[in-house]
Nanobody, 118 residues
Framework: QVQLVESGGGLVQPGGSLRLSCAAS????????MGWYRQAPGKQRELVAA???????TYAEFVKGRFTISRGNAKNTVYLQMNSLKPEDTAVYYC????????????WGQGTQVTVSS
C-alpha cells in the first residue's frame, strides 16, 4: 500500500505564491519519478511538472518561469513552488509517483485545492 499525502493548498491572491508538498510512504521499493498534475472544473487532468531521480525536470508551458519542482533530501518528498499565481491556476493539484515511468502516473494523492482569487 502506497500513500501520498499532499499539503500546502489554499486561497491566494493573484500574483501571490504557494508551496505544495507531497510525502510518499508505504510499500514502494524506489521512486523514479514524482510529479504534479492539476484538474480544473470541467477540464481534463493535466501535467504541471515532473522530476526524476536524476533531477531532470519537465514543465508545462503554462507554468514555465513561475513554478519550480524539487525533491526533498529523503527522495520520498516532492515540492511545487508556485509564484506569480494567476486565476487560471485555480484547480485541484494532485501528486503522483512512479517506480518506472516518466512522467509518473502509478500512484496518486487525494489532491489539494488551490484557488487564486482576489
Amino acid at each position: 500500500q502506497v500513500q501520498l499525502v499532499e499539503s500546502g493548498g489554499g486561497l491566494v491572491q493573484p500574483g501571490g505564491s504557494l508551496r505544495l508538498s507531497c510525502a510518499a510512504s508505504g510499500s514502494i521499493f524506489s521512486i523514479y519519478a514524482m510529479g504534479w498534475y492539476r484538474q480544473a472544473p470541467g477540464k481534463q487532468r493535466e501535467l504541471v511538472a515532473a522530476i526524476n531521480s536524476a533531477g531532470d525536470t519537465t514543465y508545462a508551458e503554462f507554468v514555465k518561469g513561475r513554478f519550480t519542482i524539487s525533491r526533498g533530501n529523503a527522495k520520498n518528498t516532492v515540492y511545487l513552488q508556485m509564484n506569480s499565481l494567476k486565476p487560471e491556476d485555480t484547480a485541484v493539484y494532485y501528486c503522483s509517483i512512479s517506480s518506472y515511468y516518466y512522467p509518473p502516473d502509478d500512484y496518486w494523492g487525494q489532491g489539494t485545492q488551490v484557488t487564486v482569487s482576489s
